[in-house]
């Protein structure tokens, strides 16, 4: 259909910045698309036991808590992190640093307790929930550990990126860079920090030593819609082979940015439906997912597309709009998280066999958004 190529798309895009915010409109009370989850069976775990290896973490964005998943059963423990967690990293040493509204939390997620929370340098106004709070979004750590990187929301203004001494516990250095820092990523040296800015098309580039920065700007469709626009980046992947970062757009393009030159480049997609979190197999393939059409009748329902490095894609139908996906060691499962930035989350987790391409909705937590396996 090609939808984002007409002359239309233009005005329906002018005509919505009347009225939004920002992309992906205004945040929206939950309205989970059909019957929700039966209750898990899964026991919870005694709290002096150990954390089994093999649990799923996920960052509980319509609650103040971390949940620990078992992939089989269902939800088995929750950390309560602070208000409205968005996203999380978890190091080798077994700690979770997860961005909430009111600071980074850290948890053990071996012995499952919070050892800190540590307040945001920059002033973000008063603590909420929703998709335009203020506080932390994207989050990761350096290949040593010995840094993470947060993206922080300023309301109504450009964000920055705090940079935290992961043994101190301190924020150590603070970056201006794009609005809504939808997403961190870091490269595989630890020499660069990537930053996606949602609401200003771009990807700041911040070298890991001096601390300088370099905006690309990533607008496969243009930037014309401005705040109203449907068609920004959301998520990035950094590509193991060449350190390009991949970043998907409504199902229809992929753009590969080279963060040396500031080049993009375009390629085919075929999902046909807004596209948010994404994750890298261990083989190269690409999990991207679907939300669904952003207006009914302007695009395909929500899926999880399998892109292989060849540029082939596979697409696994949802059921209901999905945030964010992490895939398993051994990369023959994904989970994709059913919290959603926007209206139609729900409070559970789809797990998805690559192999077979069959899913099932896993209940999990609150609202989650990000997620790891541990």
Known sequence: MNRRARGTRTVLVALAAATLLAACAQDAAPSAPGAAPAPSAASPLPATAPTPQGLLLTADFGGDTVTFVDPERGAVASVAVGRAPYALAVGADGRAWVATAEGVAVVDTRTR???????????????????????????ALSPDGARAYVGVNVPGTTGVLEVLDTASREVTAVVPVGRRPFDVDVSRDGAEVYVTGHDSFD??????????TRRIEVAPYGTEGGLGSWLKPHYAAVRPSDGKLLLPFEGERLAVVDPRTGRTAVEPMTADTHQHGVALTSDGRLLVVGTGAVRPGDGRGPSLTVRSPDGTERLVPLEGPHED??????GRTA??????????HWNGITVVDLDTGTARRLPAGTRPLGIAVL
């Not at 989970?335 to 139609?344: C, F, H, I, L, S």
């Open 335 to 344: 989970y994709v998280t059913g919290g959603y930035t926007r209206d139609g």
């Open 325 to 330: 996906v992490a895939v398993s060691r051994d």
């Open 203 to 212: 990807v700041t580039v911040v070298a890991a030593g001096p601390l300088s």
């Open 113 to 139: 307790v919070r050892v800190a929370r540590i307040p945001y340098r920059t002033a973000t106004g008063p603590v909420a929930d929703g998709e335009y709070r203020g506080g932390g979004m994207g989050i």
